[in-house]
């Protein structure tokens, strides 16, 4: 009878030691980091989701503050691009460009803010999160709001998410590397 206790009080212990040890690995729900490769250039393909429309385009980055949003769909949107540069964001369509201010449109102020916390976490040497199945989910707030950031484990954006404005952003196609620099010039009259 001894002997029995024994043995199971040894296997209870392997048992809960064994689980103990998994659940620090760094699987579902604990901290883990992703590849730091939001500091150089990079292209995407997203489409942004917002209530019930989606916009479809590519985001590229030049640098920290430099940014270009094209959209291909829907066809109102089609040829629109929003080039960002530091706080100044410009429109432009079939080549005619003009400034808009920072919160014209809510679209606009997403991308903002996915801008202003992919350039904070491309000043890191290493981004870490909660480890979500193959993924890293990167949480916070932008101007009172709400955001996960979601990356796969090469640290290539995945996805982008405000609560305050309902909004997401889904990315595909992530390319690192180099991208060739934005030639839309805002030019002013006087």
């Known amino acids: 009878m001894k002997r029995v206790r024994n043995v199971l009080i040894w296997s209870l212990t392997l048992t809960v030691g064994a689980a103990a040890l998994t659940g620090c690995s760094g699987g579902e729900?604990?901290?883990?980091?992703?590849?730091?490769?939001?500091?150089g250039s990079f292209t995407a393909d997203m489409t942004l989701s917002m209530e019930d429309s989606d916009a479809v385009g590519t985001i590229a980055r030049y640098g920290e503050g430099q940014w270009r949003a094209e959209f291909s769909e829907p066809s109102s949107l089609a040829g629109i691009v929003l080039d960002f540069s530091g706080s100044e964001v410009t429109a432009s369509y079939q080549g005619l460009a003009f400034s808009i201010p920072q919160s014209a449109m809510p679209a606009k102020s997403v991308l903002t803010g996915l801008i202003q916390v992919v350039d904070t976490l491309?000043?890191?040497?290493?981004?870490?999160?909660?480890?979500?199945?193959?993924?890293?989910?990167v949480s916070g707030e932008w101007e009172g709001n709400p955001y996960v950031?979601?990356?796969?484990k090469t640290g290539a954006l995945v996805g982008f998410e405000m609560e305050g404005y309902d909004a997401a952003i889904t990315f595909v196609r992530f390319e690192s590397g180099a991208v060739a620099t934005s030639t839309t010039q805002l030019e002013t009259s006087e």
């Open 29 to 39: 729900g604990g901290k883990t980091s992703a590849a730091q490769v939001l500091g």
């Open 122 to 137: 491309a000043q890191e040497e290493q981004i870490t999160g909660e480890a979500q199945e193959d993924q890293i989910a």
């Open 149 to 152: 950031l979601t990356l796969d």
